[in-house]
């Protein structure tokens, strides 16, 4: 590269690199324009500082749009490179700036049914709230994704995979346990050997149901269908305190993941052992496991920082078959 041109290039401003990019993306300068939210003329300007630059048409004129000449393909990937690095040092100083701004206001994360009980004691620990500060927990309702993009929730954690255009929906990982649960005194427990999907089935089964999950029908339920086997009863609830009750009183038989074991083992009156492996994976055969979603807006619309979100993830991930990384 000669002098004369690398001075020529560095003279260039960022935006001015932009407009290539633009150009090159959509193929039309009445595009580029919109896209960047200038008025044509400008467009037109920058194109020219371009094309006396590197001394070359860039783009040509066909029915279709501006087509790339040779030299502005060999540069398309080069300048994407630059503007993806500007890109990432105004997420950087607006996470600061954020952070700064907003150190005193709560965190609001909304979580699906089960995961409040389990992540309140969790991120009150010292060390985690000294870290975070104050965190409002809200429960996971329908509308829920509509005030994480219009900024009242911060973000949310969630078995529902619906995605929206506006928000970014990154796997965390599926529900690596599932224990048995029924009253202290229910037959089940005299098994001696491990307890089968078959033993289950012979008695009463209550779900309670997770919107994204087991809505329409319950892995159990599915096994049983495929196996030929008739439950003797299923019913379905949709809060905690009415499933306890019914397991208490109706002496049916239930599931709940390890995240909810947390919380179930201290409910008065019921008994939890661990469903095996191999039975774990009969059941899951019919079904695939439960999946958790992380949900944000996009980067620069967030008041928190990623450090601050991979906190709150990780203490989630231990129960987890995972698939994110935390880097805190």
Known sequence: MSNLLLKQICELDVFTLLVFKSIFDTGHANSAAKALNVSAPKISRCLNALRFTFNDELFYRRQQGLKPTPLAESLYVAICQFTEAVHHLEQSATQIQNASTHSDLPLHIAASNGLLSFLAPQLSTPEIAQ???????????????????????????????????????????????????????????????????????????????????????????????????LLPAVEKVFDREEWHAHLLTMKSVAFCSTIDMHTVKHMPGLHLERLSDTELSRLHDTMMAPHYYLIQKPVIHRRYSQNQCDLVVCSLLATLDTEYSCET
């Open 131 to 229: 870290k975070l500060g104050k965190i409002y927990l809200h429960k996971w309702q329908e509308n829920s994704a509509e005030l994480i993009h219009a900024g009242v929730l911060d973000f949310g954690i969630t078995l529902e995979s619906a995605e929206n255009k506006e928000l970014s929906y990154t796997k965390l990982g599926s529900v690596n346990g599932v224990y048995i649960v029924a009253d202290k005194q229910h037959p089940l427990w005299q098994i001696e050997t491990n307890i089968t999907l078959e033993h289950i089935c012979r008695h009463p089964f209550l779900f309670q149901e997770f919107k994204g999950f087991n809505s329409k029908i319950d892995p159990l339920e599915l096994f049983c269908q495929r196996q030929g086997i």
